[in-house]
């Protein structure tokens, strides 16, 4: 089999946990050559875990060699701007999931640009945008419709036909009662249990959740 070359946009935290799952994906089946990571914050030519950091986000953009890029930043509003940017300059974005991830492709639709990490797990006839981070352990029940740029951290459990709009941060442990509703441009405190929906741009935290003065 022949590999496709892949470079991980940040190589921060996350970054280093997204080189792991693809390193897991290789062993069940050697799909991806990684070359390094793109980083702004570090010198390029400085090794992570064994890969080098090969430049800066514009030197990214430039390469002719790479086939795909995965953007590994979990921040909803850094997610969405560089995206956005990769997908103007039509950029390869392929979906990232960790051998563990249960995912259903038979009755729903998922996007482009989204990262499932290890554990994650969906029922059934579901809508998943582009760009989204499933972290750890996170799940989705059924009929649910999930947008673009949203980040669940660790733990975060979403009952069924639950609708999130836009650059959502879900915080670990937090959970949403199903058929509710959440906007977009929101920040969902860890360990809160959303009963009410939420329309945008607010916070919100507690048991119920309530917004934030």
């Known amino acids: 089999m022949v590999q496709e070359t892949i470079a991980i946009?940040?190589?921060?935290?996350?970054?280093?946990?997204v080189k792991k799952i693809i390193d897991d994906i290789n062993l069940v089946e050697p799909i991806w050559d990684i070359v390094g990571y793109f980083d702004h914050t570090q010198k390029v030519g400085t090794e992570v875990n064994g890969l080098p950091i090969l430049g800066d986000n514009e030197d990214a953009l430039n390469s002719k060699i790479i086939d795909n890029f995965v953007i590994a930043i979990g921040n909803p509003v850094t997610l969405s701007r560089l995206g956005k940017i990769f997908v103007t300059n039509r950029k390869?974005?392929?979906n990232i999931s960790h051998p563990s991830a249960i995912i259903d492709l038979d009755t729903s639709s998922i996007g482009?640009?989204?990262?499932?990490?290890?554990?994650?797990f969906m029922t059934t006839n579901i809508k998943i945008g582009d760009?989204?981070?499933?972290n750890t352990r996170s799940t989705l029940g059924h009929d649910v419709a999930i947008g673009d740029y949203n980040v669940f951290s660790p733990?975060?459990?979403?009952?069924?036909g639950v609708t999130v709009g836009d650059c959502n941060m879900f915080g670990m442990n937090s959970s949403v009662l199903q058929r509710k509703s959440i906007g977009s441009n929101n920040k969902i405190g860890s360990h809160s249990f959303v009963i009410n929906n939420i329309n945008s741009n607010t916070s919100v935290f507690g048991i119920p959740a309530v917004h934030l003065l």
């Open 131 to 134: 760009f989204n981070i499933f």
């Open 9 to 17: 946009i940040g190589a921060g935290g996350f970054g280093r946990e």
């Open 112 to 120: 482009f640009g989204n990262i499932f990490c290890y554990g994650f």
């Open 155 to 160: 733990n975060v459990q979403i009952s069924g």
């Open 92 to 94: 390869k974005l392929p």
